[in-house]
């Protein structure tokens, strides 16, 4: 164990290290010297000026005190890394920064009602990081948002009710995340979804008097999700099935006489 409290870690098996500029780091100039000597710091693994963000958030992750400080540096992955450490009052300013990430870090950090209107942020990864933390109403801009892997954070987030609105996405994940949570009285209108994987959600959740609406499905693997649920004496048809994975469902559940 170090001065700092931490247990060593491997170095990175990297070249020297070099800062955002491509020039060799040193600790000569280092306006962190009493951190080096109290083993605060250390060129190579946990420091502020190297390129590598590793190193960087090593040195914040020991030196928190000092993010605030750094929330203007030159270099964006510092900006962004010190934002996961500074102050929350002091990253309001970031919200405008140029680089999508650093806006990304202050509005998971910063109030919800401070961040809503990075909801219409021309960059998504904004957009995806506020999918992921905000919750209710907040979410129905991004529910609607152009960008696919924006609205799949958000059905994520949403709530059951916010999920009825997605059942006619036109990305089969969304409408597979719909199938998972949506209300029940939704879900026949994915029965005929064009997506398996969809179908397949809607079996495992469907009401059992109403799976005989996916018991002639084209995919055995719908027709083997139904084949597990479906009351015994509704299995028969089953027991002919095309598949034989289906077939030995059906005649282990019947000879079981589970239900």
């Keep these: 164990m170090d001065k700092s409290g931490l247990q060593p870690m491997e170095d990175d098996d990297a070249p020297p290290a070099i800062d ?25 693994r946990a420091c502020v000026r190297d390129l590598r ?27 962004s890394i010190a934002a996961r450490y500074a102050s929350p009052f002091r990253l309001l300013p970031l919200l405008s920064d140029v680089e999508p990430d650093v806006r990304a ?65 036109p990305e089969p994940d969304i409408r597979r995340e719909a199938a998972r949570r949506v209300p029940l009285m939704h879900l026949p209108a994915l029965v005929a979804d064009p997506e398996p994987l969809v ?29 597990e649920r479906i009351a015994v004496n509704e299995l028969p048809p089953f027991l002919e099935d095309e598949d034989e994975a289906v077939r030995e469902l059906a005649r282990e559940r019947t000879k079981d006489g589970k239900g």
């Design 20 to 44: 955002w500029l491509g020039n060799p780091v040193s600790c000569r100039d280092c306006p962190h010297e009493e951190n080096r000597v109290s083993g605060l710091c250390d060129l190579g």
């Design 199 to 227: 179908r397949i959600e809607v079996a495992r959740r469907l009401e059992p008097a109403r799976l005989h609406l996916l018991a002639a499905d084209p995919d055995f693997r719908v027709r083997y999700a139904v084949a």
């Design 53 to 79: 963000a590793r190193r960087i958030d090593r040195f914040f992750s020991i030196n928190p005190g000092l993010a605030d400080s750094y929330l203007d540096h030159p270099f964006f992955e510092v900006r």
């Design 105 to 169: 870090m202050a509005a998971i950090r910063l109030p919800a009602t401070r961040v809503l209107a990075l909801r219409s942020d021309p960059d998504r990864r904004v957009r995806i990081a506020l999918a992921r933390r905000l919750a209710g109403e907040e979410l129905v801009p991004l529910l609607g948002d152009p960008d696919y892997q924006v609205r799949l954070s958000a059905a994520r987030s949403a709530n059951e009710a916010l999920l009825v609105g997605l059942v006619d996405d």
